[in-house]
């Protein structure tokens, strides 16, 4: 183990706790839970537009409220995303209630009033909010998603939603690798340091409010260099409500698959004659139900306005459109298929019961439950719980015959969130939160090691070319576990009518316990499994690294002028030892050239990274119904912990050609964004949004390719690749209002750099490929993406969403006459296109309500190639096969060459469809 001792840290949550309290001697209106947005306006008097000091204004139904100063001005800050009415009210005038008034997190909803005179005692004046077609004080690309909003999508997860949004492609945010977007719940980051993903899945019914932040975003968010997924999930109701909802589905495709069949019974002695090719339906091959979705919640007060709860959970259980076949057990022990003899001579043991297994196939469990207190009207205490349990099984091409050979991902994640939200007056509030994220991932076939059903891996190699697997099992286990303490602090400030301004901290204290290791049955195991005495087939990885931030950021709000203004500070330390020369990497005492005769230490503290961030957006109106925008910022980001610990022992196999070695003491990557942007109005409706991009990408990781005294090649991660990203992005929308609204979103990008993963430098070394110095496009760069929603209420209780989507393919390397392309990523995969549908229909004169509905995803059954073969350009013809064919080379299998070239993971998913009920009460 090469950990440094994690005390220096320690007192970190205690600093921040400290400058929270010190924080709190002037804190603002309602304490709730993650980001919250603000409401301001002027109240003036109804035909002198005279403006009236000391209205009070509060949101109806709760205490949540402000006073106007002498101008007329007021601002209610803390407000939760939702949809509230507002009162003005004064003595002496009629009250003014502002109904639909829209709170959307981190940003400003106007509402201004006119009052006049009382005429009747107790008289009120109920205005309809209308929301306006632009967002006058947004500087940078947002888009968020509430809870009514993402029910209607014919999307089954959040992702999907988050992939919907304008400049997010198959999880890249503009161009930028998946594992750049951080990942926010009520304002306490769930990502997984190791993995750099988000730690759990949120689930739909789960979320308040969605924000996907795709542009330049501010001081306050960072360890990410393209993207932020910022979740508020749903707060204690204020009377006990819930609902059940509850479908099953299908998949609805004539499209065929080509099996194997067996025409006789199980046996250890069957012959070539005992099988036959079988072509079935995806309709016929997969299980029913395809998918299962079972989802509820409950929630409301325990004691009136003090104590309540909000619980949520689903069960999910999806196969996936991935389908195998058990045809052979592990253990069966075929004989003569790798040897050339012809069919006629081969011995086939197949144990299996013929059914077909569906795989990539998810089943979990997620729990969330929110418990609420208010000790005073300004002092409140929140805490979240997140359970997610669930296991995963992957597919497997070489395996597709012997499913029960694969490893299963089992998986387990508790997060714990408990928030303190303080406000004093009108003017300033703050919050501290501390979580505690624990992630652990196991992947094994047999929950021990010693377990006898497994087999040698000699089983793996019975079959001949051109063949998948008769026999054989998976041999690696992995367990991982991180667990992550975070603190987070900040303190918000309404200095005056003009700033707004917010200081933070953050800290979070990793702890990383990871082995991975082989699985042997040989000889020298006495012919029984157990963990690999080979040492280098067992790694061990303990670390604590530390991450520490600090920001301050300033919204100032001027008559037609809108400047966001931070500047970020990040620190992190991997508290871990690494090599002095890495050429004698895993020696930890090395010849002292200054001192013949005599050692001195190979290892040294890896050093620490620190950073200044700053950013900057403005945005000002150009007309009414028009504004544009411009934003730019600098963005720091430590690679995956997973490349940082990569070899965690420093060893090297005498046996390899090559070691790789992770690098703990790597420069942060770096990311200089760029973008401007306009918003323009049409009718109070029907909008249009344009952004320009660009980015600018460096220290990415990269390897580095050196030799060891011995003449063995030396790996390890460094700061070498680069890239560049550019594009724009066009959104045109009819807001919901009437029977009909629609969005329309087109992102153009290029996307080019010299990696598009860290580990390419070395392949291409290996396969006789040069180095690649310039800029290429990277390997999920979409040129053209078109994804367009309508959603039709032709009749009371009826509600049809559609979801269309065009897209260009991605890039890949042609290989013509046998010969590789000498520049990467030349040509482009085929367009994909799909249609999603979601039909809901309320069961008219229920109470409570309910709701049936129809979900189809890909609806036309369209044929979607996502993987192609090099030298064709497709998914289903390769040239190779054609090569054996020709020749008349014998497949060393069961199977036919056509059946063993077609891989399910080259097209997308088939027509899938859903029914189910939705009920409310």
């Not at 990942?183 to 689930?203: H, M, Q, R, W």
Request: charged share 20%; net charge negative.
């Amino acid at each position: 183990m090469q950990t440094l001792s994690g005390r220096k840290h320690a007192g970190f949550c205690v600093i921040l706790f400290l400058l929270s309290i010190g924080g709190v001697g002037s804190l603002s209106a309602h304490p709730a839970d993650g980001p919250t947005g603000k409401i301001a306006g002027r109240v003036l008097e109804t035909g002198t537009d005279l403006a009236l000091p000391g209205v009070n204004v509060v949101i109806v139904g709760t205490s949540i409220g402000g006073v106007t100063d002498a101008d007329g001005y007021y601002h209610i800050l803390n407000v939760p995303p939702g949809t509230y009415s507002v009162q003005a009210s004064f003595i002496g005038f009629a009250t003014v209630i502002t109904q639909n008034v829209r709170v959307v997190q981190d940003q400003t909803t106007t509402v201004n009033f006119e009052l006049r005179e009382e005429t009747i005692e107790g008289e009120e004046v109920v205005v309809v909010a209308e929301r306006p077609i632009v967002e006058m004080d947004r500087t940078t690309t947002t888009s968020v998603i509430d809870a009514e909003q993402l029910e209607v999508l014919p999307v089954t997860n959040v992702r999907d939603a988050i992939n919907l949004q304008a400049g997010v492609v198959d999880g890249h945010f503009r161009g930028g690798r998946t594992g750049e977007v951080t990942y926010l719940v009520n304002g306490v980051p769930i990502t997984n340091a190791f993995s750099k993903d988000a730690a759990f899945d949120i689930e739909q019914n789960m979320v308040e409010s969605l924000e996907v932040i795709s542009g330049v975003f501010n001081a306050e968010y960072g360890q990410a260099t393209s993207g932020v997924v910022n979740i508020v999930t749903k707060d204690v109701p204020d009377k006990w409500s819930g609902s059940l909802l509850a479908y099953a589905g299908a998949i609805a495709s004539n499209r065929d698959l080509e099996f194997v069949g067996r025409t006789a019974g199980p046996g250890q002695a069957l012959s070539f004659s005992d099988f036959a090719p079988d072509t079935v339906s995806y309709a016929e091959a997969a299980s029913l139900p395809n998918l299962v979705d079972v989802q509820a919640s409950l929630g409301g007060p325990i004691l009136r306005d003090r104590l309540g709860i909000q619980a949520t959970v689903r069960y999910l259980q999806d196969n996936s459109h991935f389908i195998g076949r058990n045809l052979f057990a592990p253990s069966d022990s075929s004989q003569n298929l790798n040897t050339g003899l012809p069919p006629e001579a081969w011995i086939i043991a197949s144990s299996g019961n013929g059914d077909f297994v569906p795989r990539n196939r998810t089943d979990r469990v997620s729990v969330n439950a929110t418990l609420g207190y208010s000790l005073t009207s300004r002092l409140k205490f929140d805490y979240n719980i997140f359970i997610q349990s669930g296991t995963f099984k992957p597919y497997s091409h070489f395996r597709k015959y012997t499913p029960d050979g694969i490893n299963t991902v089992h998986f387990f994640n508790q997060t714990h969130i408990l928030g303190v939200r303080y406000t004093i007056g009108n003017s300033a509030f703050a919050n501290l939160s501390y979580s505690y994220l624990h992630d652990k991932t196991d992947v094994y076939l047999y929950e021990s090691p010693f377990d006898e059903r497994y087999v040698s891996s000699d089983f793996g190699f019975l079959q001949g070319a051109n063949a998948f697997a008769v026999s054989g099992n998976d041999l690696g286990t992995s367990d991982q576990l991180t667990a992550t303490h975070t603190v987070v602090a900040d303190y918000s400030h309404q200095l005056n009518r003009v700033h707004l301004v917010k200081v933070g901290v953050q800290a979070r204290l990793h702890t990383l316990d990871n082995r991975d290791f082989g699985i042997e049955r040989s000889f020298r195991t006495g012919n029984l499994p157990q963990p690999s005495p080979d040492q280098f087939a067992d790694n061990l990885l303990q670390a604590k690294p530390v991450e520490f931030s600090a920001y301050i950021q300033d919204k100032m709000e001027f008559t037609g002028l809108i400047v966001n203004a931070g500047l970020r500070f990040d620190y992190f330390d991997p508290d871990y030892l690494s090599p002095i020369d890495w050429g004698q990497g895993e020696l930890e005492e090395i010849p002292d050239p200054d001192s013949p005769g005599s050692t001195r230490s190979n290892r040294e503290p890896a050093k620490v990274d620190m950073q200044l961030s700053p950013r900057l957006g403005v945005a000002f109106p150009i007309s009414e119904t028009g504004v544009m925008r411009f934003s730019a910022g600098l963005f720091f980001q430590i690679p995956s912990f997973g490349l940082l610990y990569t070899n965690p022992e420093y060893e090297v196999n005498p046996a390899s050609l090559s070691n790789s070695f992770g690098n703990p003491g790597i420069n942060p990557e770096r990311t200089l964004s760029f973008e401007i942007g306009l918003q323009q109005g049409f009718t109070s409706r029907i909008g249009m949004e344009i952004t320009v991009f660009s980015k600018d990408v460096r220290n990415l990781t990269g390897q580095e390719i050196s030799r060891t005294p011995q003449g063995d090649f030396v790996i390890r991660w460094i700061n070498r690749d680069y890239g560049t990203i550019r594009g724009l992005t066009f959104s045109l929308f009819q807001r919901p209002g009437g029977s009909l609204s629609w969005t329309i979103d087109y992102t153009l990008q290029f996307a080019e750099g010299t990696s598009s993963s860290p580990g390419e430098a070395f392949g291409r070394q290996q396969a006789g490929l040069d180095e690649i110095l310039s800029l290429v496009r990277l390997d999920w760069d979409r040129r053209h993406v078109l994804n367009n929603t309508i959603t039709l209420e032709p009749i009371s209780g009826l509600s049809i969403t559609l979801i269309n989507r065009l897209q260009s393919g991605t890039p890949y390397t042609t290989v013509r006459e046998f010969i590789r392309s000498a520049k990467k990523n030349n040509a482009t995969k085929p367009l994909i296109f799909g249609t999603d549908i979601r039909m809901y229909y309320r069961i008219p004169g229920i109470r409570p309500n309910v709701q049936l509905f129809l979900q189809a995803q890909n609806v036309f059954d369209t044929v979607q190639e996502v993987g192609v073969y090099e030298d064709t350009g497709r998914a289903d013809e390769s040239v190779t096969l054609e090569l054996f064919r020709r020749t008349g080379a014998q497949v060393g299998g069961l199977n036919s060459l056509d059946e063993f070239f077609y891989r399910q993971g080259n097209f997308g998913a088939p027509r899938k469809v859903s029914i189910g009920l939705n009920y409310r009460f």
